[in-house]
């Protein structure tokens, strides 16, 4: 079987009966701890942040979130380059953990087609905003490439 078509489920268990061998390395030499499988290696620098809007922003119930990307590109879900990945937008949540893919769900906004903007309807409130850089595979990249958390407040 080619590697793009195992299917997530199997691919899911092998990292997980690798986590301890690679933990039990990592132990032994910090430097292992970077070539964790699954994880694509983030370029010294990289920063994911936002254009609009800014952190205390008042802003109507629908709006544009414009994200900013330095030191690494873009490019779809699937696309498997180096240095590259795709936005997710994070409302209202906290990033998972490094090692598994982002979820897409109304909190988890995938980007996946590359775009650096997305509309967004949000009720009236306060509501954080967190940007998150996924790889081909929207796992965080190693170290994770996210921006701080903003706050807006819906009027």
């Known amino acids: 079987m080619t590697p793009c078509r195992r299917s997530r489920l199997s691919l ?13 390395a990592a132990g032994a030499n910090p430097a292992l701890a970077q070539s964790a499988p699954g994880r694509q290696p983030a370029p010294k620098g990289a920063e994911v942040y936002f ?73 009236k409130g306060r509501h954080t905003l967190q940007l998150l850089l996924g790889d081909h595979n929207h796992v965080p990249h190693d170290p994770p490439v996210m921006s701080r958390k903003i706050t807006v407040y819906v009027r």
């Open 12 to 24: 899911a268990a092998l990292l997980a009966a690798a986590m301890p061998l690679v933990a039990l």
């Open 51 to 123: 254009h609009y809007p800014l952190d205390g922003l008042r802003v109507p119930e629908r709006f544009t979130v414009r994200m900013g990307l330095k030191a690494m590109g873009l490019a779809p879900a699937g696309t498997e380059w180096s240095n590259t990945g795709h936005h997710h937008l994070l409302i209202n949540t906290d990033p998972g953990p490094p090692d598994q893919p982002i979820p897409a769900d109304y909190n988890n906004i995938h980007l996946g087609n590359g775009q650096s903007e997305v509309v967004v309807t949000l009720p």
